[in-house]
């Protein structure tokens, strides 16, 4: 190995860094579990939730437990032995000169966050709708069914029912990402995870801020979620963090510092808040970046062992991803060129993908015929799974011929840039 990557390897290892990464959950039972919401789609949505979603660090610190803590275990019993969860961060310097610190992630696996992205595919399968409004982000994936409800009590039935109806006459027709009332929704509701309910009336630190419509639909189908999907979901989600943990723990602080460096910018300081959901969406995954918050399916076969691993830097790469999106439009408007749609979101999958192959193909990663999915050589995520189609099989021509010399250390990142531009 060599070039730019080589030398993030090696000064990873010649700081002595070890990964101090924390994938932490709130363990919730079936019985006990605990979440919350937000009142208003509308203007003034983003100031009335907003501010419960700024008091999520003081819930997390008190609520929260360790990554492993056995699934029995209640969550009240765990507030008595849960401690404080931050530590000191430490960073090396990369070639480029760019402070890397560790990648210090939150994992969470939330009822509530978890119970809104399954009302949300229930409706869109109830509606057969391939397309969203916004574009096809929101749609379900095809392998995906709607859920039997035979031999349910019949309240269980029309709460249910009642619910993915509520979900379909708007909020299904929303991308879950691109729609900013859904980022906010999934900020909240990740921020509610250790409440029992959702308007503040066993505590104010509870009210969700929602609007009252979708807080009923939530907590009228949560004690239908809770008995019938719940457990199993949770223990999807708690064996996907338990499965890429050690990964992350073995290789993220290289990874991370590899990612740093060719980004030239530094890994983020605060922790980065991961939920890990059984349904995460048509991309199996997608981030926000205000705060910084990661939400993967554990049920997407894309996510499974290595491909996992990558996948959760390169959401995590949009955080670094400010000077490729600035260098592009630089380079375009110099040239008096459109910028081309999704151009920046191919580079970070070519990135991530082709710096994880190179670490497994040089030795620097091992990892398990299992996790690599039995194939003898790691093919990237993104040529694995037929993302590179389209104006994207055009990109991938061009960053094999003009970013890749990037990454080997033979171009500068503003002469990558240029050449991009300029060959677009």
């Known amino acids: 190995m060599k070039g730019r990557i080589c030398c993030a390897k090696c ?87 760019i402070e ?39 749609a379900a994936q095809p392998d995906e069914t709607a859920v039997s409800l035979m031999d349910f009590p019949a309240a269980d039935i029309h709460a249910w029912q009642d619910a993915v109806a509520f979900y379909s006459k708007d ?15 999934n900020n909240q509701l990740s921020a509610m995870e250790a409440c029992a309910e959702l308007e503040g009336k066993t505590t104010p630190l509870c009210k969700s801020g ?47 510092a590899q990612l740093s460096d060719v980004y030239q910018r530094p890994w983020p300081s605060q922790r980065m808040r991961v939920d890990v959901v059984w349904y995460g969406g048509p991309f199996g995954a997608y981030t926000s970046l205000d ?59 070519y990135t991530t993908g082709e710096i994880v192959r190179r670490d497994v193909e040089y030795g620097t990663m091992t990892f398990t015929a299992e996790q690599v999915g039995g194939a003898s050589a790691y093919l990237p995520y993104a040529a694995r799974f037929g993302l590179y189609s389209g104006s994207w099989e055009h990109f991938r021509g061009l960053l094999d011929l003009y970013w890749l010399p990037y990454l080997d250390g033979r171009v500068s990142f503003e002469t990558a840039m240029a050449r991009l531009a300029a060959d677009m």
């Open 11 to 97: 000064f990873g290892k010649a700081a002595g860094i070890r990964a101090t990464v924390t994938a932490e959950f709130t363990p919730l039972n079936g019985s006990r579990a605990i979440y919350g919401v937000d009142p208003v789609f509308g203007d003034n949505m983003a100031f009335s939730a907003m501010p419960n979603f700024r008091h999520r660090k003081f819930l997390r610190l008190f609520l929260t437990a360790p990554l492993l803590l056995p699934g029995a275990t209640s969550w009240a019993a765990s507030l008595a032995e849960v401690q404080p969860r931050y530590s000191p961060q430490q960073s090396v310097t990369g070639q480029s000169g």
């Open 100 to 138: 890397s610190r560790l990648p210090v992630f939150e994992m969470h696996s939330g009822f509530w966050v978890n119970l809104h992205h399954f009302l949300y595919l229930q409706a869109r399968l109830l509606k057969s709708d391939s397309t969203s409004t916004e574009n096809v982000r929101g």
């Open 171 to 185: 909020l299904a027709r929303r991308d879950l990402l691109l729609n900013g009332d859904m980022e906010i929704i």
């Open 210 to 256: 929602l609007r009252q419509d979708l807080v009923e639909a939530l907590e009228r189908a949560a004690p239908v979620y809770r008995a019938h999907w719940w457990a199993q979901q949770d223990q999807a989600n708690r064996e996907w963090i338990a499965q890429v943990a050690p990964m992350i723990q073995k290789m993220g602080v290289e990874l991370s």
């Open 291 to 349: 705060p910084i918050h990661l939400t993967i399916s554990s049920h997407d076969p894309r996510n499974r062992g290595v491909y996992g691993f990558e996948v959760l830097f390169h959401e995590a790469s949009h955080a670094l991803s400010g000077a490729v999106t600035a260098a592009i439009a630089h380079e375009f408007r110099e040239r008096d060129k459109p910028i081309p749609r999704d151009f920046w979101h191919a580079l970070l999958f």
